[in-house]
């Protein structure tokens, strides 16, 4: 059977009758639908492969437009309605010859309760150990692998590194949603605690501080406190100096 002229996308977005928005996943990836929800589009009860865009009202178009943006960037097969594309890709041989992005061995995104999440295309039993090593579970009920519940954010970012760098050197294919990649590109790493000041001493006071009077500094409570502190010696009364001459006697010699 020859190929299909028109092969699948790998995300469509257009607009729906009842949904306003919407987004579908033809291919049912596990990348793309974590795609999908971290561009805050989220799925339709009743409707499989159907993601509605939420708070539609909140610039709507130009969210979507921004979706369709990142995910063409990522390397995502998108097919949209004229609406949401304002850089229409212009067919062209070479573009035609392009082989089809490969599906991702491993997927992470961030789920809006279980935290960072990851997923693994069927058959992927390198992803899966690999994601063991570093942390993850698979969720008892979905078809997941998740963190511990009491994993911090900037652990959970660090484990994502790791894993992925972990993986690209076993040649494994990929995905990160792209505000998580964000995220894990800007983490640092808190910086060192400054050592607490060390206590100064009256003498030590006295000594940057010569203009401080000795007399001050033997009645202060906090040297009183030190044991075997030798009193300090008030100081000296200045010596007398020259006594002042008596006018009287100044111009009493005879002119």
Known sequence: ???????????????????????????????????????????????????????????????????????????????????????????????????QRVQPDVAFADHPRLGIVAAT???????????????????????????????????????VAQATAAMHRADLQVAVQPSLARDVTARRRPAPARPAPRERSPDAAARQFPSLSAAALAASPARAGLPATPPVPAPAAPAPGPRPVDPRVAFSHPR
């Open 121 to 159: 295309t069927d058959g992927a039993l390198a992803g899966e150990q690999l994601l063991e090593e570093h942390g993850w579970q698979p969720h008892p009920s979905l078809d997941i692998y998740t963190l511990p519940p009491a994993t911090g954010r900037d652990q959970a970012l660090g484990q």
């Open 1 to 99: 059977m020859p190929p299909s002229e028109n092969p699948l996308p790998d995300i469509a977005v257009g607009r729906h009758p009842d949904f306003g928005i919407v987004a579908t996943n033809p291919k049912h990836l596990a990348a793309s639908a974590w795609m999908l929800r971290g561009f805050d589009f989220h799925p339709v009860p009743g409707h499989p492969d159907l993601y509605a865009l939420a708070d539609q009202q909140r610039d709507g178009p130009g969210r979507a437009t921004h979706a369709v943006d990142l995910l063409r960037r990522a390397n995502y097969q998108i097919q949209v309605d004229a609406e949401f594309d304002t850089f229409p890709e212009a067919p062209s041989p070479v573009h035609a010859a392009t082989p």
